[in-house]
């Protein structure tokens, strides 16, 4: 059934479960507190589902407007470079959790 679901489900519902369940894994990173193995690869799913969506963007034949997938852009280039920060202790979680949240909004009907 959960196959026959993910198979008829619409993008944007599928784009929304995969943010709400990388989320739950950056929050769980958190509230562990603890730089792990589970901490690290939390970020780097996060930082992958943003590199996919940046690259999405970036072809011309992407339905999105043009400003939106530049915002897109743009926000990806940051989650990428901030996520560094975070895995080296440099900087804290919450704002990565804080962005997807936004996303989360923004793709509910």
């Known amino acids: 059934y959960q196959q026959a679901l993910k198979s008829t489900e619409d993008p944007r519902n599928t784009e929304y479960r995969l943010f709400a369940e990388i989320t739950r894994d950056l929050m769980a990173a958190k509230q562990r507190g603890v730089r792990?193995?589970?901490?690290?690869?939390?970020?780097?799913?996060?930082?992958?589902?943003?590199?996919?969506?940046?690259?999405?963007?970036?072809?011309?034949?992407?339905?999105?407007?043009?400003?939106?997938?530049?915002?897109?852009?743009?926000?990806?280039?940051?989650?990428q470079k901030y996520s560094t920060q975070v895995s080296r202790g440099e900087e804290d979680i919450t704002d990565l959790i804080d962005i997807n949240r936004s996303i989360m909004k923004g793709l509910q009907p």
């Open 36 to 79: 792990d193995a589970p901490f690290i690869e939390a970020i780097d799913r996060n930082r992958r589902l943003w590199i996919v969506l940046s690259t999405d963007c970036a072809d011309e034949n992407n339905a999105l407007p043009k400003e939106t997938r530049a915002g897109i852009i743009s926000l990806g280039i940051f989650v």
